[in-house]
């Protein structure tokens, strides 16, 4: 795939998106440039035949010749216009031009959107606006075809249209480019059936990542992780015939970072539950249960490309939760890299027991802020849906500038509390504490487990076991592996 920006005059996209507000006529260069190209015809079907109303996500597809098609997509009222919004409409049009036979480029127009108030994240310029353009864009063109025969022909270029591109517009598109370059990557790689992605295959990527990148890389094997003291993570892993692997990518900006991140991603690539085995219908997305970790090496690729001056680490304890006879069971005590000792009440409450190892990891690599994403609980889509991304931690400044940094990157999240309260539920009589607590506040309980194994005090943990998957066209993603969080922390780490 390709980005670019252009002017409005050397615009050639066999297809051109421009929009229409529900209560406002759109004036714009580009606007007045293809009606022109319409010889007036486009300003009737819209205005005077009132073809297409301007409602959000709303689009109509006009024909300027045979090889070059407009469309224009609805954004709603403009004072109700938002980021989020915004991005919905972006990813309609993409959809929308994938019907279209033999486009091979989409064009689109370049807003700003100004409001008195901000309070709904409507405020945003053209920097902006080219940002949320080429992730949105990528994410209405995305499909996963490797293993369909009649591949349809698709989308590989995707084209800014605007008369003033100036460099901040560039970093803007720049930021947006590569993030959908790692939206697709994790989306990919999570798509990926089970057989193919196990500990080492991920572990390969990762070493091919490296190089590709010239980043520092360690992969340790089982052997090493023993001798790390990642005791809980390994018993994880041992009912598979597929070993562990544990990988730390590390890249260092040209300069002297201006902080050091540690982002770890949860690694189970394919989680049956142990022997507290799933049904055949709760395991079926299990494959998806690395999404944490396909979303962090798909993220420190973005953060190389952009060569942000930030140095990060991108962790990931890999392994499979399978029963057999040598798996994990209920009963046993684990000790973690840390000395804190683990019954296991739930051999299916598993990522939080890999998760509580690669803390401690992160612990040794002198970081200021520590962040973990994860497939976490089930209990999360109870809580939140499966449009809102949970988020917890012991930093509240960290989680607040998270949380605004994720309105403006066009994704949910709400915060969820981490009471001390909690370590009732995981109280063990012959151990430090148990994995699980039970059905009520499951996923507070989970990030209180957790937070037992680092020692940082910004730490962030964000569950997303309700929006790592949909099960059905939104209004922005279609059913799959949606890439969630992807954007939030490119711009986080970035800014």
């Not at 901000?118 to 949320?132: E, T």
């Not at 070493?207 to 809980?232: F, P, R, V």
């Not at 890299?337 to 803390?359: F, H, Y």
């Not at 989680?399 to 309105?407: G, Q, V, W």
Request: aromatic share 8%; hydrophobic share 35%; with cysteine.
């Amino acid at each position: 795939m390709r980005f670019l920006t252009k002017k409005i005059d050397e615009n050639n996209s066999d297809i051109t998106v421009t929009y229409i507000f529900e209560n406002c006529k759109n004036d714009s260069e580009l606007y007045k440039y293809l009606n022109e190209q319409t010889n007036g015809e486009l300003e009737k079907q819209i205005y005077q035949y009132k073809t297409i109303k301007g409602g959000l996500s709303e689009t109509y597809k006009f024909s300027i010749n045979e090889n070059k098609k407009i469309i224009v997509v609805g954004l709603g009222k403009k004072e109700n216009l938002t980021r989020l919004k915004f991005s919905q409409a972006i990813a309609s049009a993409a959809r929308c031009a994938k019907t279209m036979t033999d486009a091979k480029t989409i064009g689109f127009e370049l807003i700003e959107n100004k409001n008195e108030c901000d309070c709904n994240y409507s405020n945003f310029d053209k920097a902006d606006a080219a940002k949320i353009i080429f992730s949105s864009a990528r994410i209405g063109l995305y499909s996963f075809d490797k293993y369909i025969q009649d591949r349809k022909s698709s989308i590989e270029t995707i084209e800014i249209l605007d008369n003033e591109i100036d460099s901040k517009i560039e970093y803007g598109a720049q930021i947006g480019a590569y993030t959908s370059y790692a939206m697709k990557f994790a989306k990919d790689l999570v798509n990926e059936s089970a057989q193919i992605v196990t500990p080492n295959y991920v572990a390969q990527i990762a070493q091919e990542i490296a190089k590709e990148h010239n980043l520092d890389i360690k992969i340790y094997d089982k052997k090493q992780i023993k001798e790390l003291g990642m005791n809980a993570f390994l018993a994880v892993g041992q009912g598979s015939v597929n070993e562990p692997k544990f990988v730390h990518l590390t890249y260092k900006p040209k300069q002297q970072p201006r902080k050091k991140i540690a982002l770890i991603g949860k690694g189970i690539t394919f989680d049956a539950g142990g022997l507290d085995i799933k049904p055949a219908t709760s395991m079926l997305n299990m494959k998806n249960d690395m999404t944490g970790a396909a979303s962090v090496l798909g993220i420190i690729q973005a953060i190389a490309k952009i060569e942000a001056d930030v140095e990060l680490h991108v962790i990931s304890a890999l392994c499979e939760n399978m029963p057999s006879g040598s798996a994990y069971k209920q009963g046993d005590v684990l000790t973690a890299k840390n000395g804190k000792t683990i019954e296991v009440d739930n051999t299916d409450a598993e990522g939080r027991i890999t998760l509580a190892d690669a803390l401690c990891y992160a612990d040794t690599l002198n970081v200021d802020e520590v962040i973990d994403i994860a497939t976490l609980t089930g209990a999360v889509i109870v809580s939140l849906g499966t449009n809102i991304t949970g988020v917890m931690g012991n930093n509240q400044k960290q989680i607040d500038k998270f949380i605004e940094t994720s309105k403006k990157s066009c994704e949910n999240t709400w915060q969820m509390p981490i009471l001390d309260e909690l370590r009732e539920n995981l109280k063990s009589d012959i151990a430090d504490m148990k994995n699980t607590g039970g059905r009520n506040a499951g996923t507070s309980t989970a990030a209180w487990f957790l937070s037992n194994f680092t020692k940082s005090g910004s730490w962030l943990h964000i569950d997303i076991a309700g929006t790592a998957m949909a099960d059905k066209l939104n209004k922005e993603t279609q059913s799959g592996p949606s890439g969630v969080m992807i954007r939030t922390l490119i711009n986080y780490i970035v800014s």
